[in-house]
Every structure is written in C-alpha cells, then in structure tokens.
C-alpha cells in the first residue's frame, strides 16, 4: 500500500502546480463565504478521481490521467461540487463512464466532507475485470468530541474472470501470467480527537508480467480528511527546484517537478533535497534543497516557503549563477489581518551575459534572443483582513519563439518556487 501513497501524493503535487499560479482574490471570496456559514475552526479535505495509469511499454513510459479529478482547496466554500469524463487507460483499453463528486458541510457544531467516485459500465483488459457500477465512496467528520472516518464503498455486478465477486476492504486476487489486484484498497481511517483520514481505491492493478511489466491502473480513487484547528484559518506552503511544461520530447511533455515540498492546510514543517537535475534541453544544476513550513496559533497563524539552488545553468548557460535562493513568507493575525513578503538572493548570476544584482529587483524583464525572455525574481501574491499569500519564482522563462530545439512554442520553465499562504475562514 506505500506505492499508492506515493501515487496520490504526486497527484496531489501535481495539481497544486496549476493552484500556485491562480488569483488568490477568489481564495478571500472563499474564506469570507465559509465564514458567513459557520466559524467551526475544522479544514475539510478530499480528493477524488475515475482511473489513473502508468504504462509501460518495452523501454517508454506514459501516464493517463487522471481522468475527472476533483479537490478540495484549503478554503473552499461548502455546498456539492462534480466532475465527469469517460473512463480511458490508453495503450491498455478499458470502457466506462465516471462522476466525482465531493459535498462539505459545515454547522456551528461540527464540519464533515463526502467524496465518491461513481463509475458505471466498466471494462478493463479486454472484459478480465468487468462491474456494472462502483461506488467508491468516504466521509469525515469533526466535532468537539473527536473526528472519525468511514469507507461507504459499495460494488454492483464486479466480476473477475468470469467469477462475481463483493470485496471487502484489501481482497488481493492473482491475475495469472498478468500480476495481481487489490480490490476496495483502503488506507485508514485514521482517527484521533482532532484529525481524521481514509483513502480507498476500488481496483488497483499491478501488472508484473509480460510486455506491460511494471504498469499499474487505480480505479475509483477517493480520499477524504478532517482537521481541526484553533483558529478557523488555514496556513500552507509549497516549493520546488524546478518545473517545465511545453517539452517536444516523444513521451512526456513536461519535466519534474524536482524536489518538491509541501505542507498542507494546518501547518507542519518539511524538507526535500536533491543532487539537483541534468536535462539536455533545459539545463542542470547542482544541490537543491526545498523546505515548507507553517503554524496555526491562538493568535494567528504564519507559514514560509523556500528554495535554493546550487550551481545552475540554463538553457545552453545563457542563465546562470552560483547559487539562488528564493523564500516566500506570510502572516496573518486576529487582531491586525494578512501581511507577506517575499526575497531572492543570487550569487555570480547572469541572463543572457549581463550580470545579476544579488537582490534583483521583483518583476525584472530580460529578453533571451532566439528563444523568448525570462522574469527575474518574479512575485505576485494578496493581503488583505482575511490573510495574505505569497508566491516568488527566481526564473520564470517563456519560449515565445518557434523552432527552438525540444521546446513546443509556448513552453515553460520555471526554476526556484516558493509559496506560502495564511488565510482565515
């Protein structure tokens, strides 16, 4: 069951690279709508999809999905939110129809969140797995007395190899000549009187023999969480070395991200380092350490974001520098509100042959002949009454020309990224 916890991590990370870069105006929205229901200081989490695969064929290696994924931010406001899509595991077929669907209540007694991943018709590895419906489905819940977590899954019409089956939680089956599934995998619950978690995953397949050795699918994957804080405020971080989208390679498309870190909605610390990365169209660089931290108080709360890196050389050595680092900071207090700040350091570095200041200016604007330009030191973030976030990327490059070699038009790079936020709800 640790491949699966690592497998929903990464999903996780991955999902936050597309969070890091929306407004927060519409993270303030929130807070103040779940304000106006109930101030009953808990943080719901869940996350939800249909199938999600990692394909090996002979020497390649090519991720599908996930397909309708959904997630709960750190202040999304309560009511019901869905998601559809047809079920699609590439090179290894597979047939279905899935809905994701989360609800999160709030009273003034008490928070709880519902996540289920619906799936009807589903045909996997030419008819081997069959069900006519699966309802992979979790509740949390918190209350002043405690939080608990339950798994509701129920299967109708599963079969396997012909043979109807009703799992209960962990029914590991041998695929003969194939590997082996876990069927109603569960993870948890987790419970204690101030959090609560589960996973589940209806079907998890691990293929390890034959030409598609080392693949694994996750059917109807739901997890769901609930943490109880003492404020009603929220506080995260999240940072990473580098990340590129946009890549012209033949089977992925984008790059890292390279030593990620991240806490989630209630604080915690955390730390990733690496020997660095060594792509031949982006660049390399040397040690990269990246490290999150976040604390909720009886006052307020406070969370820093940081990363730096070594040795760094980009693009053919058209940026480069000894060392950068990048750190992002918020604050948010009771009595006084948000505030945030944000830094970069640089030593020895250069863009394009000119030098760079050790503390470049924010927002700097370099042009890279042939290829696009380069934000230096680029911060963009909020404060207000109901809290702040921060958000720093050291360097934000943009391929806007065509025909640069192992890039699409349009790709991106970013290398040094740091964010934290602190906001009340």
Not at 184 to 201: D, F, M, R, W, Y
Request: glycine letters at 12%.
């Amino acid at each position: 069951m640790k491949r699966i916890r690592v497998l929903s991590v990464t999903l996780v990370v991955l999902l936050s690279l597309s969070i890091a870069t929306v407004s927060t105006a519409s993270a303030a929205s929130a807070s103040r709508d779940i304000l106006a229901a109930s101030s009953f200081p808990s943080v719901p989490t869940g996350y939800a999809y249909g199938d999600y695969a990692s394909i090996v064929t002979l020497l390649n290696k090519s991720i599908v999905g996930p397909t309708a994924p959904l997630a709960l931010g750190c202040t999304t406001p309560t009511g019901t939110i869905t998601n559809s899509s047809n079920i699609s595991l590439g090179s290894l077929g597979g047939s279905g129809r899935v809905q994701t669907t989360i609800t999160n209540s709030r009273t003034a007694t008490s928070a709880s969140v519902q996540v289920s991943s619906d799936i009807q018709n589903l045909t996997l590895l030419g008819g081997l797995i069959k069900a006519d419906k699966i309802h992979t489905s979790v509740s949390s819940t918190a209350t002043a007395a405690g939080a608990t977590s339950v798994n509701n899954s129920t299967f109708t019409g599963l079969s396997l190899a012909g043979l109807p089956l009703n799992p209960g939680p962990n029914t590991r089956r041998d695929l003969l000549g194939l590997g082996y599934v876990i069927l109603n995998e569960q993870i948890g619950p987790k419970n204690g009187l101030n959090a609560t978690s589960i996973s589940v995953n209806a079907i998890d397949l691990h293929i390890t023999l034959g030409s598609n050795a080392g693949s694994q699918v996750v059917i109807g994957h739901v997890n769901s969480g609930e943490n109880r804080t003492v404020l009603p405020v929220v506080a995260t971080a999240y940072a990473y070395g580098a990340y590129a989208s946009g890549l012209a390679g033949p089977v992925s498309t984008t790059f890292g991200p390279v030593s990620p870190s991240k806490i989630g909605c209630t604080g915690g610390s955390n730390q990733n380092s690496t020997n660095g990365f060594t792509s031949p169209v982006i660049g390399s660089s040397g040690s990269i350490t990246s490290s999150t931290f976040g604390q909720i108080t009886s006052t307020g709360a406070t969370a820093t974001g940081q990363t730096t890196i070594s040795s760094l050389g980009l693009l053919s050595l058209l940026i480069t520098a000894d060392n950068v680092t990048v750190v992002a900071h918020v604050d948010w207090k009771s009595t006084s509100g948000g505030s945030r700040s944000a830094s970069m350091t640089v030593t020895n570095g250069k863009v394009a042959g000119s030098p760079l200041p050790g503390s470049p200016l924010p927002n700097q604007r370099r042009d890279l002949p042939g290829i696009g330009y380069v934000i230096v030191n680029e911060q963009y973030g909020s404060n207000n009454a109901s809290g702040a976030t921060e958000n720093i990327i050291a360097f934000d490059i943009h391929i806007t020309q065509s025909n640069v070699p192992g890039f699409s038009q349009g790709a991106r790079i970013i290398v040094g990224f740091a964010s934290a936020s602190a906001i009340s709800y």
